[in-house]
């Protein structure tokens, strides 16, 4: 079993700064890419950014140079440093850990922009 945990949403004003975390915890062995996504209601889960186990990044046109991908392996912790948030970045931020081949999913976590 492959736990994945995020934390870090919540409420900011627009042109603000949150941070998002997500530690995978459990039967893990290796993992190989990590990354977050985003899904409004009604449209479909989409990729905001990834990070290869060696550092290699990459980025939604919508974030570029102001969301900073970030991962610690010795912790099985990817981070999302989100700066000059504008309120279309509100959505539910779902964490992935590409895991033997096998994507896992954390639970999702609220990040809400205040105009």
């Known amino acids: 079993q492959v736990q994945l945990v995020e934390s870090g949403g919540g409420l900011v004003q627009a042109g603000g700064s949150l941070r998002l975390s997500c530690a995978a915890s459990?039967?893990?062995?290796?993992?190989?890419?990590m990354g977050w996504y985003r899904q409004a209601p009604g449209k479909q889960r989409e990729l905001v950014a990834t990070i290869t186990s060696d550092g290699r990044t990459d980025y939604a046109d919508s974030v570029k140079g102001r969301f900073t991908i970030s991962r610690d392996n010795a912790k099985n912790t990817v981070y999302l440093q989100m700066n000059s948030l504008k309120p279309e970045d509100t959505t539910v931020y779902y964490c992935?850990?590409?895991?033997?081949?096998?994507?896992?999913w954390g639970q999702g976590t609220q990040v809400t922009v205040s105009s």
């Open positions: 459990g039967s893990i062995f290796r993992i190989s890419s």
């Open positions: 992935n850990a590409n895991i033997r081949g096998f994507p896992y």
